[in-house]
T-cell receptor, first 114, second 111 residues
């Protein structure tokens, strides 16, 4: 069965360190997204990609970067982790469809920056 | 700008009753709306969607209503069950395939 997996599920890191969160999907979806979820803010879009070599900034992209070298993976990198980036991170993918965005989500990565 | 919000952060209902979760959106150009359910410790899960050319769509025990005049969306759950307890998000999208989520409503079902 197709799936979308995130790793690690939990991560504790120190302020200033570079951290990369992995997202891998086997749906063969062109679209991939990274969201962060904080209490009281719902899901906020960090970065997204519509296909290989395509990346775009979302509403809260400062301090984050992504790269899309293949269809399956969209790793999220925190260049220099800050306490404000403590959050739960969700990756999602969806098929291209002119707004048809029945996205599937990963299980989430809980990141704590100390 | 694009924003999606919810009227009630928490909704408590008795098992067997119907639940109604509301959502307002601000982008009148949005043409696609989705409801997601998120259980504790899990990622959001698709429930039902509706396009802007429709007013109502029904699924299994769930109905989504769209009122474009007042930019309002609602999710109705019939005969609410304990397994329906979760946080529910509405999201809207334009042709860009980019979903914008609301802050969520927590549904609590008590016996």
């Amino acid at each position: 069965d197709a799936e979308i997996t995130q790793s690690p599920r939990h991560k504790i890191t120190e302020t200033g360190r570079q951290v990369t969160l992995a997202c891998h999907q086997t749906w063969n979806h062109n679209n991939m997204f990274w969201y962060r979820q904080d209490l009281g803010h719902g899901l906020r879009l960090i970065h997204y990609s519509y296909g290989v070599q395509d990346t775009n900034k979302g509403e809260v992209s400062d301090g984050y970067s992504v790269s899309r070298s293949n269809t399956e993976d969209l790793p999220l990198t925190l260049e220099s982790a800050a306490s404000s980036q403590t959050s739960v991170y969700f990756c999602a993918s969806s098929p291209t469809g002119q707004g048809n965005t029945e996205a599937v989500f990963g299980q989430g990565t809980r990141l704590t920056v100390v | 700008g694009e924003s999606v919000g919810l009227h009630l952060p928490t909704l408590s209902v008795q098992e067997g009753d119907n639940s109604i979760i509301n959502c307002a959106y601000s982008n009148s150009a949005s043409d696609y709306f989705i409801w997601y359910k998120q259980e504790s410790g899990k990622g959001p899960q698709f429930i039902i969607d509706i396009r802007s050319n429709m007013d109502k769509r029904q699924g299994q025990r769930v109905t989504v209503l769209l009122n474009k005049t007042v930019k309002h969306l609602s999710l109705q759950i019939a005969a609410t069950q304990p397994g329906d307890s979760a946080v529910y998000f509405c999201a809207d999208s334009l042709w860009t395939d980019k979903l914008i989520f609301g802050t969520g409503t927590r549904l609590q079902v008590f016996p």
